[in-house]
């Protein structure tokens, strides 16, 4: 698309990036130390923090990748999504109040923190603080991946660069990224999560009605579909598109695993009161289920418009959202939901590059017990330096890795999952859970999800063998199932570790 041929697209995604950088520029301001440049002061609202939990969760991972993999492997790729429907109160009863309460009792920035104040032990928190890195890389490289095919479709750089496109595009977005999230961090992303909440929650009703209009309403997609030499009647079937472990994997995944998941799980430390915690489900499911609405209308709307030659076969299935909101809603829509899929993209970025910076500068210097720089300047300003190293190699990594942005998610949610899904939330509410334990879980989750991704997927060692898994199984459910075991197991033949005083009284709580 050249750049003036639509331009109300183009005017109001350059007035809402102006919107990210003033907000930047006034978030800067207010970042005067490391409490406020990783938990925003931890004095938010309620609704300002839902907001942000679920803007954190529902980025371009759901809005550019969840219509692509639909694409792909039909609906079978809806069982990413589903457990949206009792996620947010699982998220909520189990780790969150005393996540929160622990940051009452002890400073606690991140979840390497609640790690190493839950267990007493340096070994399990340094653990914990690596598996954040490897998930932070893979997932900020998804978003910046989603940003660059969103930059593409505005500004139309595939015809300005046909052989780079990609990589230029995604260069843009990482610059923007890097801008507000160093000047302004936290702060600056809880405050883009209001607005791109907000935003997304209005526009995802007019996406779906849009995408039910152009495919002539459900009976009619559905039949342009199943009638369809390159679809057919698979692509509907829940359980047709991919082998059952995988859609069942998904499922395990994306409902257990969001258990384990830092960019969510630190938004609830900025929390300013914890009693409140109550109406969250109500607040974070809710906006979520209005969200999972563009990924189900675009999902089948591309089909079907396809099937029935309206849109020539798409070359990346990614192009599917971008796609279908050029050709066939009204440019004011398209630009606000671009503008929103762009704050969306953005607010989790600026989630994973602190979380990945936190890591650095704080988690992993205590786990080898270091001594911490006490200067508040000088902790703001590494943790601007590890902003920048964070992205940048995300960036990289998500470039070579070459696949669709929600496989790219995936793998990052389900190595955060393996590795911190058991150890929190059984952790945080059975006593008898050993520091052993805690360590043997997160090495198990890490180690095996990083691993079978890599085997599964390499192929400049052609000497390694695949993984020994039936087919369709996915590595980071396999991951997160045995982190579980070996939780179990490894309590139960060790001895009891009480822990501390005041962090037994907030388990009891």
């Known amino acids: 698309m050249p750049i003036l041929a639509k331009p109300l697209i183009v005017g109001s995604s350059l007035l809402y990036l102006a919107l990210i950088v003033g907000i930047g520029l006034w978030a800067a301001r207010r970042t005067h130390n490391a409490k406020d440049f990783f938990v925003a002061g931890q004095n938010l609202g309620l609704v300002v923090t839902g907001l942000a939990t679920m803007s954190a969760a529902f980025s371009g991972f759901v809005f550019i990748g969840g219509p692509g993999l639909t694409y792909r492997m039909g609906i079978s790729s809806l069982f990413i999504a589903v457990p949206v429907g009792f996620t947010a109160g699982l998220l909520c009863w189990t780790v969150a109040k005393r996540l929160r309460l622990l940051a009452e009792a002890r400073e606690t920035f991140t979840v390497p923190d609640a790690i190493l104040h839950r267990y007493g032990c340096r070994k399990a928190s340094g653990l914990a603080a ?23 479709a505005i500004f139309g750089t595939r015809e300005a660069f046909p052989e780079h496109s990609l990589a230029v595009a995604m260069a843009a977005g990482l610059a923007i990224v890097l801008f507000y999230s160093i000047a302004g961090g936290m702060v600056a992303g809880v405050y883009t999560d209001v607005v791109q909440g907000l935003l997304m929650m209005a526009a995802a009703l007019a996406v779906f009605f849009y995408a039910l209009k152009a495919g002539g309403g459900l009976e009619k997609i559905g039949r342009s579909i199943v009638d369809s030499a390159d679809f057919g009647p698979g692509f509907l079937d829940p359980l047709g598109g991919v082998p059952v472990f995988t859609a069942l994997g998904f499922f395990f995944v994306f409902g257990v695993g969001n258990l384990g998941q830092p960019h969510m799980l630190h938004k609830f430390y900025m929390l300013g009161d914890v009693r409140k915690l109550k109406w969250m489900p109500a607040v974070l499911g809710g ?61 989790t970025a600026d989630s994973f590059v602190n979380i990945g910076a936190a890591a650095l500068v704080r988690d992993l210097p205590r786990a080898f017990g270091w001594k911490l720089e006490q200067e508040e300047r000088r902790q703001l300003f590494w943790g601007r330096v590890a902003v920048l190293a964070v992205a940048v190699v995300s960036a990289v990594f998500a470039y070579l890795y070459g696949d669709l942005i929600a496989l790219l998610g995936t793998f990052a949610f389900g190595t955060f999952g ?14 008898r859970v050993t520091p052993t334990a805690a360590t043997a879980s997160i090495a198990t989750g890490l180690v095996l999800s990083v691993t079978l991704e890599f085997l599964s997927r390499q192929t400049f060692l052609p000497f390694l063998p695949k993984p020994p898994l039936p087919p369709g199984v996915l590595p980071a459910a396999v991951a997160l199932a045995a982190s579980f075991m070996v939780l179990f197991v490894v309590t139960t033949i060790t001895k009891p570790v009480p822990p501390d005083e005041d962090v037994a009284v907030v388990m009891e709580l």
């Not at 690596?130 to 593409?152: C, D, H, K, M, S």
């Open 130 to 152: 690596v598996a954040v890195l490897a998930g932070t890389v893979a997932y900020l490289g998804a978003q910046l991946q989603a940003l660059g095919v969103l930059i593409e």
């Open 287 to 347: 906006g979520q289920t209005l969200c999972v609405l563009i990924w189900l209308g675009i999902g089948l709307a591309v089909p079907s418009l396809v099937a029935s030659g309206e849109l020539a076969p798409l070359v990346h299935p990614d192009d599917a959202s971008t796609t279908f909101l050029l050709n066939y809603t009204p440019q004011l829509l398209t630009g606000l939901v671009f503008a929103g899929i762009l704050a969306a993209i953005m607010s």
């Open 418 to 431: 393996a590795a911190l899904a058991p150890a929190l939330a059984v952790g945080l509410n059975w006593k």
